[in-house]
Structure formats: C-alpha cells, structure tokens
C-alpha cells in the first residue's frame, strides 16, 4: 500500500532561522499533497497544500515544494518562531484515492 | 479552532470494556472520516461517511464501529477493548468525500487510556 514517510523524526532551530521539513512517498499517482501542523494536545491543522501539476506554492511565511522525480516533498518555514514548535505532517491523496496517507511526522522545536 | 468538535476530550477504561467517541462536523461538511493516532505513529485512517452512508473502509478493527446520524454527527464505537486500543482518535470532516482532494479539518481529539 501506500507510504508516506518522514526523512527526519526531529528537528531543531534557532528562533529566527528557516526551517525545512522533508517528506518522502511512494505513491506516483499521487496528486494532491497537504501539510498539517499538530501542536501537543491539539489536532491536526491544515498548513499549506499543493497539487501535482506545480512545484512550489506559497503561503504566509511557509513554503511547500513538490518534486514529483524524486517524489519528495518539502515544507520551508521562514523566520521561525516559537509558536511554529510543533509535529508536521505530510499527507498524500489522489482524486481516485479515497483517503488520505499521512506520515509519522516531524517534531520541530524553536530555540529562542 | 476547525470547527470539527469531539467528545469526551478524555477517556479512561478497562479491557473489555465498550466506549462512543462523538464527533460533530464543520458546519455545511457532510463527510465525515475518523483516524487512529498512537505513540510514535502516524495518522491511521479508520473509517469514512459521507451524508449518514459508510463510504470507505481503511484500518479498522472488527471491534470497531461507526455510524453517522441524519445530523451528520458521527459516533465511533470500540468494544472488547485492548491495552494496545489506548490512542488519540480524530475525527475530521469534509465538505465533499473521498474520493476528492477537498481539505480535511480535525477536531482535537479524544484520548482514550484502556488500563
């Protein structure tokens, strides 16, 4: 079945820094890819989403970029700030898919 | 706030026991999906409705069970419960079902602890 897996369990910045997330998965006829941000105690939240047929999108401070070769996908956090410390998780579908893959996720901790 | 709301927030209760996980959609949402988060793993999708019908299946146990009502509330039933059921279970909703790429809005969960 389909895997959507996380290259790095853990990760820490420097309040101010970037940050990049990475997720991998396997599934090529994978379209749709979203990113959720879940802070302890709460559940998921919706970040950032990106379709197949681009590459990066922007939102406010974050960046998503697919590379659908490799498939790989990435979260760009700029200037991050201690309210971003949280567990990011990749998820993948398709339009033919009828649910959602989500990774194991990464832990971000903010230094300040 | 997603607008998904969920009870009770917490759950505690022995092996063998029966627990109702409630879950009530976004406003407008007719599907509604439920996941299993455990230590250390990620989301496992459970089960999907959509507008009262089942409409897939993922990961879920035989001692599981869904349903949800001409409201649209959504209840999770867990019966003969295990040491290894202890877990945060979500309930997301959607305005379309899946198969569709329409975004997916959590409610923050119950955490149930089977002792």
């Known amino acids: 079945g389909e895997s959507v897996g996380l290259h790095l369990p853990t990760l820490s910045v420097q309040e101010g820094d970037n940050s990049i997330i990475n997720c991998a998965y396997s599934?090529?006829?994978?379209?749709?890819f979203i990113w959720y941000k879940q802070e302890s105690g709460k559940g998921p939240q919706f970040i950032i989403d990106i379709r197949s047929n681009m590459d990066k999108r922007q939102g406010q401070r974050v960046t998503v970029l697919l590379n659908k070769t490799v498939k790989h996908l990435s979260l760009q956090i700029a200037a991050t700030q201690p309210g971003d410390s949280a567990v990011y998780f990749c998820a993948e579908n398709s339009d033919t898919g009828n649910q959602f893959y989500f990774g194991t996720g990464t832990s971000l901790t903010v230094i300040p | 706030d997603s607008g998904v709301t969920q009870t009770p927030k917490h759950l505690i209760t022995a092996t063998g026991q029966r627990v109702t996980l409630r879950c009530s959609p976004r406003s407008g949402d007719l599907s509604v999906y439920w996941y299993q988060q455990s230590l250390d793993q990620g989301l496992q999708f459970l089960i999907q409705?959509?507008?009262?019908?089942?409409?897939a299946k993922g990961n879920i146990l035989e001692r599981f069970s869904a349903q949800q009502f001409p409201d649209l509330h959504s209840e999770l039933n867990l019966s003969s419960l295990e040491l290894g059921d202890s877990a945060l279970y979500f309930c997301?909703?959607?305005?379309?079902?899946?198969?569709?790429?329409?975004?997916?809005?959590f409610g923050p969960g119950t955490r149930l602890t089977v002792l």
């Open positions: 599934n090529s006829a994978s379209d749709y």
């Open positions: 409705y959509y507008n009262g019908e089942e409409r």
């Open positions: 997301a909703s959607s305005a379309r079902p899946a198969p569709s790429t329409d975004t997916q809005y």
